[in-house]
């Protein structure tokens, strides 16, 4: 196992402040470096009013930590921000090893989880990307011959590190990545034309989204404590009480300031959770920073520009709430929430009563304008909607009714939908 020393950096002034206590964010570096699948041998908390241009947290204390390296037998340095390149480099000089930054390791532990091709070419293309340029000359950077984090691509491989190769190979997974899309539009569009309602589970990494999937649809995805064991997009279907099919989709998990090279990648795979009938938002409630993991996803659905859609947000792990008060208190301030403990099984009766009920029972007013054409979803709508008025208009019909949100959804998918 690679030794790893990991630096934290306060920032006091306004414009770098950060949102998380510097105790939360020294927690959750060392959890992504355990999950990196490195030892941490020490933690240097760093305070700045601003980050130094040349060394990021300036040269002296590059050559402080240098000491602390040598002295504990670090063989590389984490730094849980993002560095410029030529930061990375200095720092690299002064302390005579191998520096990663945040994104580097997030890609990198991404690298090792990606299974699918799709996953895999979407890891890759954003380790090279990012890698490209920080190369200086023809490639090569000396410290990054040694292998070891920084260095691996997906399934173990090792990544390219000459520049005019990483150019071609980034347009080769341009290509393939389009492809496999392509594909898996078509997979989506007839997902989305059967009778199914689609649900998706977001929520922070490690908050429970595949242990509810399992518990929920009677499955066996991976869970795991360590960040970021799911990657590729996993469905499972699900009859409910009332005999209607719903199909889960849990997707990989998100985390405060996720790299933007990471999102740009899994853009497509992301794009699921914009397309679902509802969001469930599932979230560790046993975690002291419940309201900082809660925002963190907001953040990076807003990113998504997912907006207005249905969500239930899922307090999960009650079970390690040793305190009823503090669920009923969190409950209060999540809207639309409900507790459950996805690994106990406890209460999942009510979230699918609850989804059901959102699903089924409870109606939206919607006006549209469909084509005569469109038998079949006239029939349903006939059939599900309460009509409020119906006027025909040359080769179309102009609705306004009550229906079912998930019926609404599919007009909105078609564009008929009239924007009020
Ligand atoms: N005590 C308790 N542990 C839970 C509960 N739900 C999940 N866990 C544990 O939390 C850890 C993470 O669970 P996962 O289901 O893998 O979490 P995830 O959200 O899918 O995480 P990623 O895929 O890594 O983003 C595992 O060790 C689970 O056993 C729960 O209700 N109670
Ligand atoms: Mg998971």
New binding site residues.
Partial sequence: MEKALLVTVEFFDKKYKDTWKLDDTNFELKELVRSAGLEVVDLVECFKDKPVAGHFIGKGKAEEISLICKDKGAEVVIFGEDLTSSQQQNLEESIGLKVIDRTQLILDIFARRAHSTEGKVQVELAQLEYLLPRLKGKGIMLSRLGGGIGTRGPGEQKLEMDRRKIRDKISKLKDELKKIHGRREELRRKRHEGDLSIISLV??????????LNSLTDSDV?????????LDPTARRLVLPNNQKVVFV?T??FLHKLPHHLIEAFKATLEEVAEADIIIH?LDA?SPIVHELSDAVHEVLEELEVRGKTMITVL?????VGDRAVVDRLLKEFDNSIA?????KENLDELVQRISMILFASLVYVRAVIPQSEGKLLSQIYKEASIISREYKGESVCLEADMPIRLKNLLDKKGFCDKL
């Fill in positions: 929520g922070y990494t490690n908050a429970g989204k595949s242990t509810l991976l869970s795991q404590d360590r960040l970021f064991s799911t849990d990989v998990g599932v046993s999960n792990k009650i079970d390690k459950i403990s996805a690994l106990m």
